[in-house]
C-alpha cells in the first residue's frame, strides 16, 4: 500500500517545497499538501481551514500517514482520492475540533426551560447537530427532565460527523473533575460513579440516555434521515467552520426540518442577520423560525 517513512527534514518556503519554521520534520509538507487538504475537507465536510491552520493540520495528519504506512502526503492523498472506504472518515475525524462542557453556554438552558414550561404536556423533539462527546446533549436532557419531569413524552436526536466522538458520547463516561459545574443534585440524580478501577470516572444513568438517538449526520450533505419536523435544534459552534455559502446552505436545511416557530439555538460567535428571511433573533443566539 505505502512507500516507506520519510527522514526529516528542515523546512523551506512556497509552492512545492517544504513549509514550516524551525524544528526538522517527520514527513515533508508542501504549500501544494495544504491546498489539497482544504480543498477535500471542504468538499467532504464543509470546512473552510484558513491559511494559520498549517500546523494543526500537519499535526493531525501526519497520524494518519503513521497509520497508513504512507512516507509522503502526496501518496497519501492520491490514495484517499482513489477510494471511497472508512479512511475519509478518518480524515474527517483527524480535522474535526470537538470543545465542549457540560451546559456550556448556560443562558440557553434557560432558555430552553423557559421554552419547554409553555407548553409541559409536550411533546417535544429535539436535534442536536453537533453532539461531540455528548455533554451538549446530556445536557439538554437533564434540562428537560428538571423543567418538566421524566413523564412527558421527549426525543432527543444527536449527531456528528466524527464517528469516534459519537461513539463516546454514546457510551456516556467522563472523568469526574469534568463534571465540576454541575450540581450536587445533578449528580446523584443523573450519574453513577466509578468504583475500583472505574474510580473517578462516572456514567450517565439509563434515563438520561433512554430519550437519545445517536446518528452521523454530515451537515452539508442532503441526505439527512429525519421524517419528522423538531420543535428545537440545538447548532452551536458549527457554523464558525463554514463560508457564508455553506452556512447559507445549512441554514436552509435546518428551516426545512423545524416547525413553523421553532427554535434555533447558536453559538456565541454566530450571526445570521443575512438570513432573516428564514430565521429572526428571540434573544442571545437564540433564533425562531419564521
Same mark, same amino acid.
Given at each position: ?7 526529516? &527534514? ?9 513549509? /514550516? !519554521? ?17 480543498k477535500?475537507i471542504?468538499q *467532504? ?6 491559511? /494559520? ?6 499535526s493531525?495528519?501526519?497520524? &494518519? ?6 512516507? *509522503? ?10 477510494q471511497?472506504?472508512?479512511e475519509?472518515?478518518?480524515?474527517i ?15 440557553h438552558f ?11 404536556? /409536550? ?11 455528548g455533554?451538549? +446533549?446530556?445536557?439538554?436532557?437533564m ?6 419531569? /421524566?413523564? !412527558? ?9 466524527d ?12 472523568r469526574a ?11 446523584? *440524580?443523573?450519574?453513577? *460513579? ?6 473517578g470516572?462516572?456514567? !450517565?444513568? +439509563?434515563e ?77 443566539? !437564540?433564533?425562531e423560525?419564521?
Open positions: 500500500m505505502a512507500a516507506s517513512m520519510s527522514s526529516g &527534514r528542515s523546512a523551506a518556503v512556497a509552492g512545492g517545497q517544504e513549509i /514550516g !519554521v524551525g524544528e526538522a520534520r517527520e514527513f515533508a509538507w508542501t504549500e501544494a499538501d495544504f491546498k489539497r487538504v482544504q477535500l471542504y *467532504r465536510a464543509g470546512i473552510s481551514l484558513h491559511d /494559520g491552520k498549517h500546523a494543526m493540520v500537519y493531525r495528519l501526519s497520524r &494518519r500517514l503513521r497509520e497508513t504506512g504512507y512516507g *509522503r502526503f502526496d501518496d497519501y492523498l492520491n490514495w484517499l482520492e482513489g471511497d472506504g472508512p475519509w472518515q478518518e480524515f475525524n483527524a480535522l474535526t475540533t470537538n470543545l465542549t462542557a457540560f451546559f456550556r453556554e448556560q443562558h434557560e432558555s430552553l426551560s423557559a421554552l419547554l414550561k409553555r407548553r409541559p404536556g /409536550g411533546p417535544w423533539k429535539m436535534w442536536c447537530s453537533a453532539a461531540s462527546t455533554e451538549e +446533549p446530556y445536557s439538554i436532557v434540562t428537560v427532565l428538571q423543567t418538566l419531569g /421524566g413523564g !412527558v413524552p421527549f426525543d432527543l436526536v444527536a449527531s456528528d460527523i464517528s469516534r466522538v459519537l461513539e463516546a458520547a454514546g457510551r456516556g463516561v467522563y473533575q469534568g463534571l465540576k459545574g454541575l450540581t450536587h443534585e445533578q449528580l446523584q *440524580r443523573f450519574f453513577m *460513579r466509578g468504583k475500583g478501577d472505574n474510580d470516572l462516572v456514567r !450517565v444513568r +439509563p438520561l440516555r433512554k430519550p437519545i438517538t445517536f446518528l452521523s449526520v454530515n451537515l452539508i450533505r442532503d441526505d439527512w434521515p429525519f421524517r419528522e419536523p423538531f420543535d428545537v435544534v440545538f447548532c452551536r459552534n458549527v457554523m464558525i467552520y463554514f463560508d457564508a455559502q455553506t452556512q447559507r446552505r445549512v441554514l436552509e436545511r435546518i428551516h426545512r426540518v423545524l416547525k413553523p416557530g421553532g427554535t434555533l439555538f447558536v453559538g456565541h460567535a454566530e450571526n445570521f442577520s443575512e438570513s432573516r428571511d428564514l430565521f429572526v433573533l428571540r434573544g442571545k443566539t !437564540v433564533y423560525r419564521v
